[in-house]
């Protein structure tokens, strides 16, 4: 068997072309633009490339962005502050905290001081909630974005075994409580693993869907996938200046019915997610931001 090839970027391309006329549209209505802030602090040269891709998606879809850029020796009540100025200022509609953070700064802390209404990252503990309870405000974007990928490649998530490895905050314990939710592209049957999880690959070989998260290049291999099941690799893994995923993309596509590649996969799918709960906090806090 070759694998279908779920092709992120061009799902994300299409997204963000809807999104950008639902932003016009918006615009015109209601004389508002939504804008993102972004906090980066510190050099980490990843996060750089992230906050300055996300700056541009936002350009290109008639987003207003600003990036505070803080020194890594920053103190934690220098950076709360920030973040209640933020929280406070009304032309200023989703708020993004790029991660990691350094040693001196509590991560937890300066997210939960983030404002629910502009948490458009979802990790909020009331909007985290409010997922686990299945009435979201936001949906996280990396999970959203799996999510969609699978809606539009037309795979049936109803009543398969989802097999997601990795138990994050950010990818591995979102995606799991929004496929086995109640609803479309949900109603899965989902086992979450993780570094303690005995008999790892008869666990990934019962997945209809299987969900990479881990972070460790090129990790699943052909006879952890049962045959003809669909593959989500999630991993980013910088090799020798490659991009690697978690799953070994050559032998899995062999045994696999569906795959994405990494690059080109869930990535760009995190960015449109991300544009379109922007848009969506700037409808929820109402029209403040008057163009004069
Ligand atoms: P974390 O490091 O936070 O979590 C990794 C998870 O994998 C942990 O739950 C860990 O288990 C588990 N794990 C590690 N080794 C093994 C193993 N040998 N067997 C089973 N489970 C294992 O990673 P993230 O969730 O933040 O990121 C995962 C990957 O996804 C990374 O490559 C990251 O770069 C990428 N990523 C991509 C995004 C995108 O937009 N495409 C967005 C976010 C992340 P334990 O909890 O027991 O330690």
Redesign the pocket.
């Known amino acids: 068997m070759t694998a279908r090839l779920i092709d992120g970027k061009a799902i994300a391309a299409s997204i963000r072309e809807r999104l950008k006329n639902s932003v016009a549209e918006f615009q015109n209505s209601t004389n508002v633009t939504p804008k993102l802030a972004a906090i980066l602090v510190g050099e980490d040269p990843a996060s750089q490339v992230y906050v300055r891709n996300k700056e541009q998606a936002c350009a290109k879809a008639g987003i207003a962005s600003e990036v505070h850029r803080l020194s890594g020796t920053i103190t934690q009540s220098e950076l709360l502050d920030l973040v209640a100025r933020l929280n406070s200022d009304k032309t200023v509609h989703g708020i993004l905290v790029q991660l990691p953070l350094p040693k001196q700064i509590n991560e937890t802390t300066v997210l939960d001081s983030v404002t629910p209404l502009k948490d458009v990252d979802c990790f909020h503990p009331e909007n985290v909630g409010r997922l686990a309870q299945g009435r979201p405000r936001f949906l996280p ?2 999970p959203h ?1 799996v999510q969609v990928l699978l809606r539009e490649s037309n795979v049936n998530v109803d009543g398969t075994h989802v097999v997601v ?4 905050e ?3 314990k979102p995606v799991g409580l929004m496929l086995v939710q109640k609803g479309e592209t949900a109603n899965a049957t989902v086992t979450i ?5 005995r008999n ?1 690959t008869e666990m990934t070989r019962s997945a209809d869907i299987l969900i990479a ?4 290049p090129e ?1 699943v291999t052909r006879e952890m996938v049962k045959p003809g099941a669909v593959v989500i690799d ?4 910088r090799v020798e200046d490659k991009l690697l995923g ?1 799953v070994a993309f050559d032998e899995v596509s062999s045994v696999a019915s569906a795959i994405t590649p990494v690059p080109g996969g ?2 760009p ?2 960015i449109a997610m991300l544009l379109e709960n922007t848009l969506m906090a700037a409808k929820l806090q109402g029209t403040v931001n008057k163009i004069t």
């Open positions: 974007c990396t974005g490895l990795g138990r994050s950010i990818v591995g693993c993780h570094s303690r999880t790892l998260a881990i972070g460790k990790f999630v991993g980013i893994n978690d869930v990535g799918m995190t």
